[in-house]
């Protein structure tokens, strides 16, 4: 059964559209000798390009044409795990910043944790793009990766120590029962070798995981930070393997729906953002002005992160994704993109909590790296969207990472809460400089750098 679908083709040669007769099957181009209207099915027993009859059940687990190219209320409801996963890396962060631990070994076990968190949502996000969500088959494994999700939070706390194995044996358990349904009701369609080819990858890190889980301390984060390597690196790479010509030209790109979810996982991130600031203001008296200042100024941080996000670039990423040349090049460097983004809005909720808690006296160098370096790494983010949709980068967000880098060697002299003004400020000047430059001119349009000529 040979299942027709809108998206944007990658092949060798580029997106291109498809001529009468002709559709897409899962990854490859497929002709068939009747049109088929659009959604409807082409008769069982129809062959793929190796002359080999396409499986129904396969074909039935694919995206079907003509369906909403949106979110359904079935990703947005998996979403909600991810602000408590997201706070409970940041409360992991406050409290080894508070005490003064060692930061820098600190810092780098949240980010493990929190890349581990991001992967298993992106991937998450592709299987909903790539399938049919409506399946049962599919439903069941949103749940098993929200359920997943969830013990892994729970464990972050400990996650480097007593609940190591429940952290890591949640997130290989997801992506290995995603791979052991996926993969056989796919028996002989050719999206089988895709998705043969990301069960392999997470099969090999889960190797590292598991046993870093076993052994303690220093092997523990040596082989944990092999593991997230593998399985960021394979993303990246869009999963080849030995087995597969596959490459990522030839992924299937809906424009649209892929690029609301990035824009949704943004919005989870600012989520956290208002849970982290607003628990801890209402942990504090509220009788204290410095408190309620530094609540105030975060809320403001939090609505200024949102504007410079969707101005313009925000906007048009789909847009761009359908005018690219090579889709999976954009959406790559997306990726990367809402990752840097996402852990800057992390860090920000770490300093603005410490702010809430103590925004006068001494200001700590621990706290000037997520309190500066927070909206730092969300305009390197930032740019990177720019980039990918207009194939430039407007000097503000140069000027402002730069500001935020320059003036923080300055801000040890300065207690928390101008610490935090001070990020305000630079935020505040790229918005209003985002605004200027859009008064009076008729609205850009996506250009990236691999768009169509």
Do not use: C
Request: hydrophobic share 55%; glycine share 8%.
């Amino acid at each position: 059964m040979l299942v027709a679908r809108r998206f944007v083709p990658i092949t060798r040669g580029g997106p291109t559209r498809l001529p009468r007769g002709v559709w897409s099957a899962g990854i490859l181009r497929v002709s068939t000798r009747r049109p088929v209207r659009r959604g409807t099915n082409t008769r069982i027993g129809q062959a793929g390009r190796n002359g080999r009859p396409m499986s129904t059940r396969a074909a039935a687990l694919l995206r079907k044409p003509g369906q909403p190219q949106r979110p359904s209320l079935l990703e947005l409801f998996f979403d909600l795990v991810f602000i408590f996963a997201l706070n409970r890396v940041s409360q992991r962060l406050v409290e080894e910043f508070t005490e003064q631990r060692i930061v820098l070994i600190e810092a780098g076990e949240a980010l493990v944790l929190l890349l581990a968190f991001m992967v298993l949502w992106f991937v998450t996000a592709w299987v909903t793009d790539l399938y049919d969500p409506q399946r049962p088959q599919l439903q069941v494994l949103v749940y098993t990766a929200m359920l997943g999700a969830l013990v892994m939070a729970v464990a972050v706390p400990q996650a480097f120590g007593d609940r190591s194995l429940a952290f890591a044996g949640a997130y290989v358990a997801v992506h290995i029962i995603r791979g052991l349904v996926i993969v056989p009701l796919l028996r002989g369609h050719e999206a089988q070798r895709r998705a043969a080819g990301v069960f392999f990858w997470f099969t090999l890190s889960a190797v590292p995981w598991i046993a870093g889980a076993i052994v303690t301390d220093l092997a523990r984060s040596l082989l944990w930070t092999i593991a997230i390597a593998i399985d960021g690196a394979a993303l990246l790479l869009f999963y080849p393997a030995p087995w597969s010509r596959l490459t990522q030209r030839q992924w299937p790109v809906l424009a649209e729906y892929l690029s609301e979810r990035y824009r949704q996982f943004f919005i989870i991130a600012l989520g956290e953002l208002i849970l982290t600031t607003g628990s801890a203001y209402s942990d504090t008296s509220f009788r204290r002005g410095g408190a309620a200042a530094a609540f105030a100024v975060s809320f403001i941080t939090t609505v200024l992160l949102f504007r410079v996000y969707v101005f313009r670039a925000g906007q048009l990423l789909p847009e761009a994704i359908r005018a690219a040349a090579e889709p999976a090049h954009l959406i790559r460097e997306a990726f990367l993109a809402h990752v840097l983004m996402v852990a800057g809005i992390v860090a920000v909720a770490v300093g603005y909590e410490i702010v809430i808690e103590h925004p006068f006296g001494h200001t700590n160098a621990a706290w000037i790296l997520v309190v500066l370096g927070g909206p730092m790494l969300f305009l390197i983010g930032r740019a990177l969207v720019e980039h990918a949709v207009f194939a430039r980068v407007s000097r503000s967000r140069i000027f402002g990472a730069l500001a935020l880098a320059g003036a923080s060697p300055f801000m040890t002299l300065l207690p928390p809460l101008a610490v935090a003004v001070t990020a305000v400020i630079v935020l505040a000047g790229i918005a209003a400089s985002d605004a200027v430059h859009a008064r009076g001119k008729p609205p850009e349009r996506p250009h990236p750098a691999n768009a169509r000529q």
